[in-house]
């Protein structure tokens, strides 16, 4: 099985803030990564797929990157509608989580 | 627009078995360019990936929940159904039907709301 770890697991940021998110996977997956925000209440959203492409609809100060292991989400000026928890997500061999960031103020 | 609608009982006793009904509008579940998978989050913790369905029928399965789960599509009411057998109290969760991309790094682009299904007697 393919183990998923994200780092931080939470953070305090303020509006404007850049914050990165780092995702690692337990082997190399390719660019088969993709990234999820998710809202108390609510179901997860795409943000990007493949590692760095923007899901449709997305605003572009989310940005992906990274190849093999390790994989980073970036927002480039945090937005109010931004606090929420971010999970990573291989798609290499069957699926599996990340544990999770919380972004918070 | 793709609509994913979870239904099922929210209370399942232990040991009994959980079952839930994902009914897609907007899309078909017989499409050959997508497929479907179920996923559950418990209370405050992440998200944990319970299985797959190609429109094929053909399932894939988290192996720690194998034993226990089926997935089944049913192409006349364009429904996804998900069984999980001998419950206890750690199945308590959010359970999430949502359809997947094939597209090598596949990902779950529409999600349904989710439906809480606690397990206690």
């Known amino acids: 099985d393919i183990q998923m770890t994200q780092s931080p697991s939470s953070l305090s940021a303020s509006v404007g803030d850049r914050v990165t998110i780092t995702c690692r996977a337990s082997?190399?997956?390719?660019?088969?990564l993709n990234w999820y925000q998710q809202n108390p209440g609510k179901a997860p959203k795409l943000l990007i797929y493949?590692?760095?492409t923007l899901q449709s609809g997305v605003p572009s100060r989310f940005s992906g990157s990274g190849s093999g292991t390790d994989f980073t989400l970036t927002i480039s000026s945090l937005q109010p509608e931004d606090f929420a928890t971010y999970y990573c997500?291989?798609?290499?061999?069957?699926?599996?989580f990340g544990p999770g960031t919380k972004v918070d103020i | 627009q793709v609509q994913l609608q979870e239904s099922g009982p929210g209370l399942v006793k232990p040991s009994q078995t959980l079952s839930l009904t994902c009914t897609v509008s907007?899309?078909?579940?017989?499409?050959?360019?997508?497929?479907w998978s179920w996923i559950r989050q418990p209370a405050g913790k992440g998200l944990e990936w319970i299985g797959r369905?190609?429109?094929?029928?053909?399932?894939s399965y988290n192996p720690s929940l194998k034993s226990r789960v089926t997935i089944l599509l049913d192409t006349s009411k364009n429904q996804v159904s998900l069984t999980l057998s001998s419950v206890t109290a750690a199945d308590t969760a959010v359970y999430y039907c949502?359809?997947?991309?094939?597209?090598?790094?596949?990902?779950?682009?529409?999600w349904g709301q989710g439906t809480l299904v606690t397990v206690s007697s």
């Open positions: 949502a359809r997947v991309l094939a597209l090598g790094a596949d990902y779950f682009d529409f």
């Open positions: 907007g899309g078909s579940v017989s499409s050959e360019s997508y497929y």
């Open positions: 369905i190609y429109h094929s029928g053909s399932t």
């Open positions: 082997q190399s997956i390719n660019n088969y």
């Open positions: 493949a590692a760095s």
């Open positions: 997500q291989q798609s290499y061999s069957q699926f599996t």
